[in-house]
């Protein structure tokens, strides 16, 4: 059972119930220790002070602000005396729909539920009525020495807290990004050439399931620690797509039109028994016309398989339709 990383009150209005956070999320990511090359030898970061090149301990270390002229030190307990809601409470100021939010505000999500079962009531009556009315609560609260902006939602029964960037955090792309193309649209191409780019979106259409995609990249993160330990090699990543020259865009579009809309049309009926009989034995096949051959015989997840993978997923196709 997991511990909450924040408890406190959750009050709408004059309600308010006792409740933990949760995260919500885990990172699957490999980590590495740091070793000097040739050695086994782990690499160690230290708190040490720049003057002296003496360890510093935690317990004597306080934050300082450079002024330019001078450091203001400041003593972590001072940073708790001045945090908003010191009480613990996490309280909505108001709801909203979820929609109005832009998806660039969201940073991290939690699970929030009940500490302790005489507030289920209250907890599942919020749970409901925010998914009925399809809004978000929208507060501030402040966790581990940090406040921060949230947004309250009902998700399958449970409710989920969202936190979000603050606007003043949000960096402008017009500001930031060169090379953007004219706001005003110009520029973008003929009206044959955003025809035929809107049917492609439309061709490549599919309906989002989460599990067709996996981390693939640390699947060969593991296959390469595997391979290195048993002192053998892996297969190399094929490189980049070349950029789409602008002369060719009209003829690129239309070959990736007809591709996506015969890929659709076989996949939907006999599209395994034509992809099977193209002659050329799958050993021998780039990524990219095994890829080909997956889009035509309609195979979930293809765009994370490996080759072998492809080739693998291919051959079994090929055996349950002969």
Do not use: C
């Amino acid at each position: 059972m997991a511990r909450p990383v924040w408890t406190g009150v959750l009050s709408f209005g004059l309600v308010s119930v006792p409740i933990g956070i949760y995260t919500a999320t885990d990172s699957h990511t490999i980590h590495f220790h740091q070793l000097q090359r040739g050695t086994s030898d782990r690499i160690r970061n230290r708190r040490v002070n720049e003057r002296t090149g003496e360890e510093v301990d935690l317990d004597d270390i306080v934050k300082g602000y450079d002024t330019g002229e001078e450091y203001v030190l400041v003593e972590p307990a001072e940073l708790d005396d001045i945090a908003p809601g010191r009480s613990k409470t996490l309280e909505i100021s108001g709801f909203v729909d979820l929609a109005e939010i832009d998806p660039i505000f969201f940073d991290r999500t939690y699970y929030v539920g009940p500490k302790g079962k005489e507030y289920t009531k209250v907890y599942a009556l919020l749970e409901k009525a925010l998914a009925k009315a399809e809004r978000a609560g929208v507060a501030t609260f402040v966790m581990r020495g940090r406040e921060y902006l949230v947004a309250l939602k009902a998700e399958d029964g449970i409710l989920t807290l969202h936190t979000l960037h603050w606007a003043d955090e949000i960096r402008d792309p017009r500001e930031e990004v060169p090379d953007l193309p004219a706001a005003s649209g110009r520029g973008t191409g003929s009206s044959r050439e955003m025809k035929m780019a809107e049917q492609l979106i439309t061709a490549l259409g599919m309906r989002w399931d989460p599990e067709e995609f996996r981390d693939t990249y640390q699947d060969k993160v593991s296959a390469l620690i595997k391979a290195k330990g048993a002192g053998e090699t892996v297969e190399k990543a094929e490189a980049a797509a070349e950029a789409t020259n602008v002369v060719d865009l009209t003829e690129t579009l239309r070959a990736s039109l007809e591709r996506a809309r015969g890929g659709g049309r076989r996949a939907r009926g006999g599209g395994r028994r034509k992809a099977a009989a193209s002659g050329k034995p799958l050993d021998s096949l780039t990524k990219a016309e095994l890829y080909e051959r997956a889009t035509a015989a309609g195979i979930p997840g293809r765009s994370t398989m490996t080759r072998a993978e492809l080739a693998e997923a291919l051959t079994s196709s090929d055996s349950e339709a002969a």
